[in-house]
T-cell receptor
Framework: AQSVSQHNHHVILSEAASLELGCNYSYGGTVNLFWYVQYPGQHLQLLLKYFSGDPLVKGIKGFEAEFIKSKFSFNLRKPSVQWSDTAEYFCAVRSGGYQKVTFGIGTKLQVIP | NAGVMQNPRHLVRRRGQEARLRCSPMKGHSHVYWYRQLPEEGLKFMVYLQKENIIDESGMPKERFSAEFPKEGPSILRIQQVVRGDSAAYFC??????????????FGPGTRLTVL
């Protein structure tokens, strides 16, 4: 069974600091990888996704993620965070040919103005 | 084009009552997924349905929980005889058929169930 690990459960940053949220998954086959964001009081929104091709994926709002197959990782990055990035971030994996998406526990990001 | 609709947004039940959560998928989507988010936990897959069929219910508790997606109307997640531990946010997602890039799951706003 696939699993997803997010190592940082709660991150506090000042505005303009750089962000990197770790995500590792356990599945040896073809995977689709996602990062979702949940702003306070809102529903999940897709930030970015990786299906194939360039392992460096660019998403909305200046976020990007890099798929490193050898490390089973899909870390989320942003060079300079803003207060409006305060939210909970979920890494998710879908194994090839299968519909079920497995989510990580989530990382709560708090950006201090 | 409306997104995934869930209602009610908030539901309060007393222990032993039944809870019914509804999900209307996006237009053109025939696949529905239910997830549960317990306090301080990530989203856990519960069940995957297509019209009139349960495809994968490996995440559903064995008792008290059931789901359906009839030919007409929304998908329903039903919890009988609720207990305090059922208090959580329940999210529905929908997608088009297939597993390619175009088959992203779109999430609804969730139903927050509180059991008193």
């Amino acid at each position: 069974a696939q699993s997803v690990s997010q190592h940082n459960h709660h991150v506090i940053l000042s505005e303009a600091a750089s962000l990197e949220l770790g995500c590792n998954y356990s599945y040896g086959g073809t995977v689709n990888l996602f990062w979702y964001v949940q702003y306070p009081g809102q529903h999940l929104q897709l930030l970015l996704k990786y299906f194939s091709g360039d392992p460096l994926v660019k998403g909305i709002k200046g976020f990007e993620a890099e798929f490193i197959k050898s490390k089973f990782s899909f870390n989320l990055r942003k060079p300079s965070v803003q207060w409006s990035d305060t939210a909970e971030y979920f890494c998710a994996v879908r194994s090839g040919g299968y519909q079920k998406v497995t989510f990580g526990i989530g990382t709560k990001l708090q950006v201090i103005p | 084009n409306a997104g995934v609709m869930q209602n009610p947004r908030h539901l309060v039940r007393r222990r032993g009552q039944e809870a019914r959560l509804r999900c209307s998928p996006m237009k053109g989507h025939s696949h529905v997924y239910w997830y549960r988010q317990l306090p301080e936990e990530g989203l856990k897959f519960m069940v995957y349905l297509q019209k009139e069929n349960i495809i994968d219910e490996s995440g559903m508790p064995k008792e008290r929980f059931s789901a359906e997606f009839p030919k007409e109307g929304p998908s329903i997640l039903r919890i009988q005889q609720v207990v305090r531990g059922d208090s959580a946010a329940y999210f529905c997602a929908s997608s088009r058929p297939g597993t390619g890039r175009e088959n992203e799951q779109f999430f609804g706003p969730g139903t927050r169930l509180t059991v008193l």
